[in-house]
């Protein structure tokens, strides 16, 4: 029998399991197991999610691994370390895509009232922690602030809701919320969760026309930005969303 020890995480990325298999010959194996942890939350994150799994197979094969436990079947199996954080770390920031989703399986939403409560999302959790809930950057239009890439994915419903997305809904028919526990991977995830539910509760119950007024407030941090167009858009400084989100407030 052959002893196996395994980080196992996930990318969303890949859309699959990951794992890293180390085979348990002597003390200093486990010495490099142990250090190659350290390494991993030194790069990811002291809240990465990580699991480890230590199992007797038939040899050092991964087919014996799922032969001994199907729990470890359609996992893709890494190469090495480096390999291993790389794909973790890709996923360990957001994009303002990814709060859009949430907020859908939350909240009936058209295009417009989706997008100003992706920009809410973002101003609360900056103007709390001082930190961005996503990557992307926010643009000024002519009816508010906007993150590109939601708006490129939906502009085509119009003025109409969006529809919930047909990867989310199970065989069952039942909705679920892949891009809670994508959000729940990143980096403060479980913080920035907490902080868009919060804002959600605030603002998730006002219409489009409501959420435009709010943004379009004197000293909102989109009225003190140039306005775009498509051609041409300028991004809401971050500076600017700290020190005016307070006139946007309910």
């Known amino acids: 029998m052959v002893t196996h020890f395994i980080f196992m995480s996930s990318s969303y990325s890949l859309g699959t399991r990951i794992a890293l298999d180390y085979i348990v010959k002597n003390a200093k194996v486990q010495e490099e197991i142990k250090k190659h942890l350290d390494e991993i939350i030194a790069k990811c994150g002291k809240d990465v999610s990580i699991s480890t799994h230590m199992i007797q197979a038939d040899d050092e094969s991964w087919k014996s691994v799922i032969k001994a436990d199907h729990f470890f079947k359609d996992i893709k199996v890494v190469e090495d370390l480096e390999e291993f954080i790389k794909l973790i770390k890709k996923d360990r920031k957001i994009k303002g895509i990814d709060v859009a989703k949430y907020i859908l399986s939350k909240v009936t939403c058209t295009q417009l009232k989706l997008q100003k409560l992706v920009y809410l999302c973002f101003a609360d959790y900056l103007c709390e922690t001082g930190k961005k809930l996503f990557i992307d950057k926010i643009y000024a ?45 990143a980096e403060d995830g479980v913080e920035k969760i907490l902080s868009i539910d919060k804002t959600l509760e605030k603002y998730g119950k006002l219409s489009a026309s409501e959420l435009v007024e709010i943004t379009h407030r004197k000293n909102s941090p989109w009225s003190k930005t140039i306005k775009g167009t498509l051609e041409s858009y300028y991004p809401i400084e971050i500076e600017t969303i700290k020190n005016y989100h307070k006139y946007e407030t309910i």
Not at 156 to 183: C, F, L, Q, T
């Open 141 to 185: 239009f002519k009816y508010g602030p906007i993150v590109y890439s939601v708006y490129e994915k939906y502009k085509a419903y119009g003025y109409e809701p969006i529809e919930k997305e047909k990867e989310e809904i199970d065989s069952n028919g039942i909705y679920e919320m892949p891009s809670k526990s994508r959000i729940l991977f």
